[in-house]
């Protein structure tokens, strides 16, 4: 079973408008930490953003946010006022405190902004 | 800078011919990984290592083979490739094993096996 979802393969937004990428997950460990990751074209992964299962508040910096519902068990990235900077393939990824030995991805989204 | 270097960024080789690529980091890190990724399948691990002379088999680590003598350097060796192993491989590191942050990738080398 997929530990992590990410339904969209592809999402396009206009610049300067909010995008949200979806990601849900799948555990039993009570204490896990959620990452988002961006590879621009370049290829490089740039970390954006960390939520940890017991944090209270959805993790924010800068323009990115996390929306953390841990009911739900997702964990989506929203990203305000878009630019075409951010036109990359975003993964969204879980580590499992009983299992600490790796990050699990999930398959990523390509984001196109368009002036 | 605090970084995680990987040599070579692109290779093209043949199969069955053996190859390494190189992963270094100065950020004294305890933790490395080695990582491919493949389109539709995201990033998937192929070893770790915890510290020095620990490694261990991640997801995928068929064909491979990874040593850790000292602290900062954690190559990736291909005995026999396949063009199979054709892939975009990074390396990593973070603190401890019990990280809570960021994990630091290297910039990835894109590896073509004929």
């Known amino acids: 079973a997929q530990k992590i979802t990410q339904t969209q393969p592809g999402m396009f937004v206009q610049e300067k408008e909010a995008v949200t990428l979806d990601c849900t997950y799948d555990t039993s460990d009570p204490s896990y930490g959620l990452f988002w990751y961006k590879q621009p074209s370049s290829g490089e992964m740039i970390f954006l953003i960390y939520q940890g299962s017991y944090d209270q508040q959805n993790a924010t910096e800068g323009r990115y946010s996390l929306n953390f519902q841990k009911a739900r068990k997702s964990a989506n990235l929203v990203i305000s006022a878009s630019q075409l900077g951010d036109s990359a393939m975003y993964f969204c990824a879980m580590r499992e405190d009983y299992n600490t030995d790796k990050l699990i991805f999930g398959t990523g989204t390509r984001l196109q902004v368009f002036p | 800078e605090a970084q995680v270097t990987q040599n070579p960024r692109y290779l093209i080789t043949v199969t069955g011919k053996k190859l390494t690529v190189t992963c270094s980091q100065n950020?004294?890190?305890?933790?490395m990984s080695w990582y491919r990724q493949d389109p539709g399948l995201g990033l998937r691990q192929i070893y770790y290592s915890m510290n020095v002379e620990v490694t261990d088999k991640g997801d995928v680590p068929e064909g491979y083979k990874v040593s850790r003598k000292e602290k900062r350097n954690f190559p990736l060796i291909l005995e026999s490739p396949s063009p199979n192993q054709t892939s975009l491989y990074f390396c990593?590191?973070?603190?401890?094993?019990?990280?809570?942050?960021?994990?630091?990738f290297g910039e990835g080398s894109r590896l073509t096996v004929l």
């Open positions: 950020m004294n890190h305890e933790y």
């Open positions: 990593a590191s973070a603190g401890d094993r019990a990280y809570t942050g960021e994990l630091f």
